[in-house]
């Protein structure tokens, strides 16, 4: 997810942080829960550096709403902190010994609980999943493709109907889901519920407006422990507790409040103030200023400071479908601007010397994932300005098509940095001159998923360890998350070889099919990241992991 939140997809087998509480000595006060001493005011704050961009599970493509969403909303399985799928609103896992899934493989039964409440207190009944994920398939957000297994769903897409056959109920808490295909993935779609699958209220959505339900305290229902209790549009965003919520553990934070604070250096300073708890929620681990990082990391409160592989990766993105660097035309001058990157400079400039990021050059999945490539594995990444100048004066001769490129990106001191270094090495090594643009990131992403840009900024951060998230959701034909218009029949074969297959007979095809795409110098890649966290020792709870903030009502403040 350009989070950032999904053929054969396993169960996220990483092995990252697990649940760490850091603990403090009690000062007086407080409620004492479980040996530990908790604070009387249970507020989380924590800052954004650019206002949300969606609830709506039918259109999440960015992490920072996922990180949210997440604790709004739930699905029928989700993922617990160590990244192992578990029942959520489904009372077990499907699989073949309890009768979830057929021996075809083709068909899925879920039973719900039934005693879970949307937080308006409406039961949630299995005609609830189905309006969502018939609202998600109709709505073809980024991520709808998500359910494109399910019998019906191409009919959907191709407004032939407007729900999905595959989706039948028996009875109030028993669902059935039909497939086109077996598809061992599908279990850990489901599971990624920030994302097209997660259960929205229909009398929510119609009173609210389809389009602003979820912007208003009032109609944002979920399911999930937190509510939104208040918003001012690009200043602030407020969560409560769901009374007598439905699911464990129960939570202990009363209130979290979110600045929306364009210059993160501002936010860490209030946190050095003690105005913020963490810094880091919300996807914003990205985008902590270098020169921060390294001043922090040298004082007093480097304890505070976390580094958590955030499987990440960044690049340049080229406009497939129009533009100087659209389709086989395209190819030289693709690779030039490749080449001309020093990715060495870059990680120095723009990843406080490296500390929070590395040299993408092992392919766009990063390091320590399934498809990885290999260290050095990517030519694309190799600077060699001699041949990039080369291909320049081959593609552009005069420079015509060059004239006037802007390169887009969303706000925060990473992208800029990214975006100043590229610039400069653009001039230096190619001599082209390109501007920049930085757009606010609900538009950035509208837009380029639209396809207006011609070169910008990319990223991807894996919802799972599986390379059928980065191939479906992004380099695949009209894949949603895509934004490029990027298209190579070969690879599309490739990959629905390989969707087809166990994880370990289809990783040879998905390396195969990321061949093809540097063979077409389909982008430039730039850099994998490290998350950095600012977390004062009296949160107690888990730590975010390679893919997820921790959920809020595993959280807590202690005596401080």
């Not at 999930?224 to 200043?235: E, L, N, T, W």
């Not at 050095?376 to 001769?397: C, Y």
């Not at 969707?499 to 982008?523: F, G, R, V």
């Amino acid at each position: 997810m350009d989070r950032g939140v999904g053929a054969f997809r396993a169960l996220r087998s990483l092995a990252i942080v697990g649940a760490i509480g850091i603990l403090v000595a009690a000062c007086g006060g407080g409620t004492t829960t479980g040996g530990t001493q908790l604070a009387a005011d249970q507020t989380l704050r924590f800052p954004l550096n650019d206002d949300i961009g969606t609830f709506d599970p039918a259109f999440l493509n960015a992490a920072v709403d996922a990180a949210f969403a997440q604790n709004l909303f739930d699905g029928l399985l989700k993922f617990d902190d160590n990244l192992n799928i578990v029942p959520d609103i489904a009372k077990e896992i499907p699989t073949t010994s309890n009768g979830g899934i057929s021996s075809d493989g083709l068909t899925y039964t879920f039973k719900l609980r039934n005693d879970v409440k949307f937080s308006n207190g409406d039961k949630v009944t299995a005609k609830d999943v189905i309006y969502s994920w018939n609202r998600a398939a109709k709505a073809q957000g980024d991520y709808a493709s998500d359910l494109d297994h399910v019998v019906g769903y191409k009919d959907v897409k191709g407004k032939k109907a407007t729900t999905m056959s595959g989706l039948t109920s028996s009875d109030d808490y028993t669902l059935k889901v039909q497939l086109t295909d077996p598809a061992g993935f599908f279990l850990t779609e489901v599971a990624f519920f920030t994302a097209v699958t997660g259960v929205v209220s229909e009398k929510a959505v119609t009173s609210g407006g389809e389009d602003t339900w979820w912007t208003k305290p009032e109609t944002l229902i979920g399911t999930g422990p937190y509510k939104m209790s208040a918003r001012v549009p690009k200043q602030s965003l407020d969560f409560v507790p769901v009374d007598n919520w439905w699911g464990s553990p129960k939570p202990v934070l009363k209130k979290i409040h979110v600045d929306i604070i364009a210059d993160l250096s501002s936010a860490i300073a209030k946190y050095d103030q003690n105005g913020f708890d963490n810094v880091g929620f919300g996807d914003m681990n990205g985008n902590v200023p270098p020169e921060d990082i390294l001043r922090i990391k040298a004082g007093p409160k480097s304890s505070e400071l976390k580094f958590i592989p955030k499987v990440r990766t960044t690049w340049v993105g080229f406009n497939y479908e129009k533009g100087p660097f659209a389709g086989a035309a395209g190819k030289d001058l693709r690779k030039a601007f490749s080449l001309a990157i020093d990715r060495s400079k870059l990680v120095d400039v723009a990843c406080s010397h490296g500390i929070t990021c590395a040299a993408a050059t092992g392919g766009l999945i990063s390091k320590g994932l399934k498809g990885y490539l290999g260290d050095n594995a990517d030519p694309l990444a190799k600077f060699d300005a001699a041949t990039a100048k080369q291909l320049l004066q081959s593609a552009d001769p005069n420079k015509t098509k060059t004239k006037g490129l802007v390169y887009q990106y969303n706000p925060g001191a990473f992208n800029k940095a990214i975006a100043e270094n590229l610039q400069s090495q653009w001039q230096d090594n190619l001599g082209v001159k390109v501007d920049l643009a930085a757009t606010e990131r609900q538009t950035f992403f509208q837009r380029r998923t639209k396809k207006e840009y011609t070169i910008f900024r990319h990223s991807w951060q894996a919802d799972y360890d599986h390379p059928q998230d980065w191939f479906d959701n992004l380099f695949i034909t009209d894949a949603g998350n895509g934004g490029t218009g990027y298209s190579n029949p070969q690879l599309d074969a490739l990959v629905k070889t390989a969707d087809a297959k166990k994880t370990e007979d289809a990783i040879a095809d998905y390396k195969k099919a990321s061949q093809l795409m540097i063979d077409d110098a389909a982008y430039a890649p730039l850099v994998y990241s490290l998350g950095v966290f600012l977390t004062k020792p009296y949160v107690k709870g888990p730590q975010a992991n390679a893919f997820n903030d921790p959920y809020w009502n595993e959280l807590s403040i202690l005596q401080h």
